[in-house]
């Protein structure tokens, strides 16, 4: 064999192995190139897709956001057209979702509601959504009273969200359910029954109870109300209620409550009423609200009592009941004074009513409702409440006054 057919023999196996070394390193570089490029471009998917997907979410919990504070202004908007008006809304759950949606009643514009409704809410998603194609609808609006203190707007959202490119898209809807608070708006049902000459906010009840009867004693004597003390050499005895273990020899108070027996120099006293200062001490503290540290002493119950419906007399607050009660907010738009369930329930205040201008019925139930409502309730009066006071014995049990009666 000729060395030039040595030398190509050579040559051909160098190339295969070049070439077989070769092979795998191409391969690799293909694997390693293509393996970039889908990584990269799954990564720009799954970016746009999770923007997306947040802004489906915040868009969601801003629509609620949005529906309550329509919902609130809408209240008020309501309110504001029944006084100014002097007339109730036919159908206030359809007026207050013309309010909320569109920002008219009865087709007029309202003020109250100017860059606060759904439409406008809409609008603004629409503006602060760049790089995003969105498509927003709602629709099947409808609102309720839910437990007196709030209402509850049902309404269907329906949305679309696309980035500009296409490669991700989410789509959602269903019914969302919303509170709307409704303290602090003004109650229609004052000025609307004084001429406009009053008026009402609706503030909640703060203490748990009414009235409770906290000990009885042995013996009482007098009627008598104070602030409660528990130091015998109170600075300033007066008009308070001091409450002790023993009463005996004590003077200068408004009244004295004690476990013992013994008969204290007050004209107004209940005296072995067992526990009373652990038992007074805790339910006091546990009032709610800012404290009740009123007592009142009745000798025809020979019972101490804590009465901070007196607190709701003077401050105008509204209770809640889970049943029967009186009306609602959306029947008070409508001008409808009759009960319902989970409504809510306040009390006139005659000298409140004086100074405003407002002729007064005599001994007519202080339930406000049925204070304005054209027929006659006549009630009686309550010891420990104001001389002006008046409830029936249907009203007082909800209340826990019957035995004050």
Sequence with gaps: MDVNCKRRKKAQVYSMIVLLMAIPILLFLTFYMTSVQTMKFGTSERIVADQIKETGRSIEEDFVRAVEIAGIRACLGATDYMIREGEPLDDAEFRLGELIINGTIFGNQTYVMYQNTLDDWRSKIYSITPGFSVLLEYSNFSIQNHDGFNLLATVRLQFNITDKLKTAKISKGGDRQVLIPIENIEDPTFPYNTYGLGSRSIVFYPYPYHAIKIVVGSSASGNCTGNVTYNPSDPAPGNKILVTDNGSGIAGFAGVVAEAADIPSVSCYVVGATSAVNLIQTLLNQSGGDGWIE????????????????????????????????????????????????????????????EWGVSIKTNQISLAYLYFRGTSHTGSSVRGLPDWFRINSTYAARYNLTDLM
């Design 295 to 354: 007592l009142y002493l009745d000798q025809d119950t020979d019972g101490v009592w804590s009465l901070p419906i007196n607190d709701a007399l003077e401050n105008g607050y509204y209770s809640r009941f889970t049943n029967t009660s009186g009306p609602d907010l959306l029947q008070r738009l409508e001008g409808n004074p009759y009960e319902t369930i989970n409504g809510m329930e306040t009390f006139i205040n005659v000298p409140e009513l004086q």
